[in-house]
Nanobody
Framework: QVQLVESGGGLVQAGGSLRLSCAAS????????MGWYRQAPGKQRELVAI???????NYEDSVKGRFSISRDNAKKMVYLEMNSLKPEDTAVYYC??????????WGQGIQVTVSS
């Protein structure tokens, strides 16, 4: 059974930093994309950052230059370094994996709260 477990969230003041980690366990064949989504209260889930198997990255416009995604394929882990955090970054952050067969896996989500 595949599980994705996020860690590293919490409460931080505006301007601070957090590093999210996501560890995948179980058998996942042919991982392609790994990334992070977030969902703020009353809003739709949105893509934050994605890193493909060929190292291409894509970021949501509001986090460009502040967030950085990385992955460790051997360990099946993905990370999100978040700097210069803003109150509008407050959300539940979800780890996400998609295989080359378009099968998707999600973590349970972790809260990130940025106080002003």
């Amino acid at each position: 059974q595949v599980q994705l477990v996020e860690s590293g969230g919490g409460l931080v003041q505006a301007g601070g930093s957090l590093r999210l980690s996501c560890a995948a366990s179980g058998t996942i064949f042919m991982i392609n994309n790994m990334g992070w989504y977030r969902q703020a209260p009353g809003k739709q889930r949105e893509l934050v950052a994605i890193k493909s198997s060929d190292d291409r990255t894509n970021y949501e416009d509001s986090v460009k230059g502040r967030f950085s995604i990385s992955r460790d394929n051997a360990k099946k882990m993905v990370y999100l370094e978040m700097n210069s955090l803003k109150p509008e970054d407050t959300a539940v952050y979800y780890c996400w994996i998609r295989t080359i067969y378009s099968r998707e896996y999600w973590g349970q989500g972790i809260q990130v709260t940025v106080s002003s």
